[in-house]
Each structure stands twice: as structure tokens, then as C-alpha cells.
């Protein structure tokens, strides 16, 4: 099983920036899609952004489109999730995941290794 564990979270003022890490553990980081999912309270957690195990390809929710960049170092087994010109409504725990496709994957469903969040606090 592969162990994935965030990091970089913390409190900004709205029009910040953040940069979130997920550090992977095991010897298949490389092969899978992976993604940032986020969850606000009293709300379900809703997919941010996924990339290929290549990085070849990358998809976003519309609410964080031009906004956030998701990246991927293999050779670090290292995902992130650069975030600019933060809204408060991006307040929420950030979750990184691995996917059991190869393919971009944009539901919880798609998903089989899950890291344990990271809080993102946006003040207004």
C-alpha cells in the first residue's frame, strides 16, 4: 500500500499563496494518476486537480482554474498543488490521493490511497 502524507498548509490572507506537498512512500508512485481533493465543513469533498503519471495531462475544477497548478516529481515521489490568489472559499482540508487509473481521475471513486490532510485557512 502506498502512504501518502501532506504538508504546507496553513493560514493566508486572501490574494495569497500557498504551496502543498504530498510526500509518497512505496515503489509505484510513478505508474499511477494522483489528485487533490478538498473538504469544507458541513460540505462533501470535492475534487481540485488531477495529473497523469506522466504529467502529460492535468484537469481542474472550474472553481480553481487559473488559480491552482498541480505538479508531480517522480523522481522525489513528491505531488503539489501550487495555490495563487487564494478565496476564502477555498478554506477546507486538502487531501492528496492516488488513483487506480493511469488516466486523469476526477471522483473519489477513482481513488484507492488517500493521505491524511492538510489544512488550507483563507482570512478575508
Known amino acids: 500500500q502506498v502512504q501518502l502524507v501532506e504538508s504546507g498548509g496553513g493560514l493566508v490572507q486572501a490574494g495569497g499563496s500557498l504551496r502543498l506537498s504530498c510526500a509518497a512512500s512505496?515503489?509505484?508512485?510513478?505508474?499511477?494518476?494522483m489528485g487533490w481533493f478538498r473538504q469544507a465543513p458541513g460540505k462533501e469533498r470535492e475534487f481540485v486537480a488531477t495529473?497523469?503519471?506522466?504529467?502529460?495531462?492535468?484537469r481542474y475544477a472550474d472553481s480553481v482554474k487559473g488559480r491552482f497548478t498541480i505538479s508531480r516529481d517522480n523522481a522525489k515521489n513528491t505531488l503539489y498543488l501550487q495555490m495563487n490568489s487564494l478565496k476564502p472559499e477555498d478554506t477546507a482540508l486538502y487531501y492528496c490521493?492516488?488513483?487506480?487509473?493511469?488516466?486523469?481521475?476526477?471522483?473519489?471513486?477513482?481513488?484507492?490511497?488517500w493521505g491524511q490532510g492538510t489544512q488550507v485557512t483563507v482570512s478575508s
Open positions: 495529473i497523469t503519471w506522466n504529467g502529460r495531462s492535468t
Open positions: 512505496g515503489r509505484t508512485f510513478s505508474s499511477w494518476t
Open positions: 490521493a492516488k488513483s487506480r487509473w493511469t488516466a486523469t481521475a476526477m471522483t473519489g471513486d477513482e481513488y484507492d490511497g
